[in-house]
């Protein structure tokens, strides 16, 4: 006896079931047929898969389904990627509502944990894909075993991530250097642009006067941040802004650290915004990076790991947390007369 209503689910699990264990979705490196080969960009285990995922596996399953019809030995590598900084987020957000952090785990405790919610998140993931009927080749097994495809930190593809680092550099086709990256102090690890969000808030700005080392005069610039003058290499000007124009291939005493530092003109300088003049600190703004490496120009870091200042910044602010070294800084300012003014800015 038919049923009254039509139940989808049970018709499309048993079909898939017997999709899959016939072997219709898998490919072989030996096949003479010609090879068509599409890789999923892999889903973070972060969670679940959401509209967008299923549109991209929508065209996807449509294109390998479409070449397997035609004889291609088709073959659709899919699997799950750590996504790193954002799953440790996740699961420290977990501990927390069990009033525990990480450390109070300790490393491996902690990693055990990581890999417990990637089983969790990464299970679900391929659950969905199966369930939307992707015809993607499961016959890879993961480190426990489980037909969900690869994984971005299996020992294979790790090892060959290595494998293919180490031939790029015998190939001299990269190279490792330094450059400025979003680190986080509490977390201890660069988190990837994707993962940073811009907000405005309130917050204060101050006007710094750095005095004309000839003692004809002084410049003022001003920032958000006054503990990272420590690390300056030079204040910039637009080579438009008649107002500073003698004062270009000059120099200035930068205060609090008995160096001097040279005034140079830059095109990135916006002479409306503030006093014109602008602090250049490499080692800790993205701009500045830029503008010191056109002018040839070393990032001073004056940070540790964990926001305390450095051997770089002078020997009274070493050791410093940044916050204490802000409120340090312009004290000593304040007191040698260097501190123009305080205001409010967002």
């Known amino acids: 006896m038919l049923d009254k209503s039509f139940n989808p689910a049970a018709i499309e699990q048993h079909w898939y079931q017997r999709w899959e264990s016939s072997g219709y979705f898998s490919a072989r490196a030996d096949d003479p047929r010609p090879p068509y080969c599409i890789q999923l960009p892999p889903p973070n285990v972060t969670g679940t898969l959401h509209m967008g995922h299923a549109f991209q596996q929508t065209l996807m399953d449509a294109l390998v389904r479409y070449h ?16 790193g900084i954002a799953t440790q987020i996740v699961v420290e957000r977990q501990l927390e509502e069990e ?12 990693i055990e944990r990581v890999w417990q919610w990637k089983q969790k998140s990464g299970a679900a993931i391929t659950r969905q894909m199966r369930r939307l009927g992707a015809s993607a080749n499961w016959a890879y097994a993961d480190a426990e075993g489980q037909k969900a495809g690869y994984f971005t930190m299996d020992a294979r593809m790790s090892r060959a991530v290595v494998e293919v680092f180490v031939a790029l550099f015998e190939q001299n086709l990269i190279y490792r250097g330094k450059r400025l990256v979003n680190w986080d102090p509490e977390l201890g690890t660069a988190v990837s642009d994707l993962e940073v969000e811009t907000e405005e808030e309130d917050g204060r700005i101050w006007e710094i006067r750095y ?24 204040v910039a000007v637009n080579p438009q802004d008649k107002r500073f124009s003698n004062l270009v291939g000059k120099r200035v005493r930068l205060p609090l650290t008995g160096r001097t530092i040279p005034i140079i003109a830059d ?5 409306e915004f503030g006093t014109g003049c602008v602090k250049i600190t490499p080692g800790h703004d993205f701009n500045d990076y830029q503008v010191g490496k056109r002018h040839g120009f070393e990032p001073v870091s004056i940070f540790t ?17 940044r916050f204490a070294a802000r409120k340090q800084v312009l004290a000593d300012l304040k007191k040698e007369n260097l501190l123009v003014s305080e205001k409010p800015y967002k």
């Open 68 to 83: 397997r019809m035609r004889g291609c030995n088709a073959n659709w590598v899919v699997g799950t990627d750590h996504a």
């Open 99 to 110: 009033g525990k952090t990480r450390h109070d785990l300790g490393r491996e405790k902690f």
């Open 211 to 234: 005095p004309l080392e000839d003692g004809s005069g002084s410049v003022s610039v001003v920032t958000t941040r006054p503990e990272t003058m420590l690390g300056d290499v030079a």
């Open 267 to 271: 095109e990135y300088v916006d002479p």
């Open 305 to 321: 790991l964990d926001a305390h200042l450095n051997e770089n910044a002078p020997a009274k602010y070493r050791g410093l947390e």
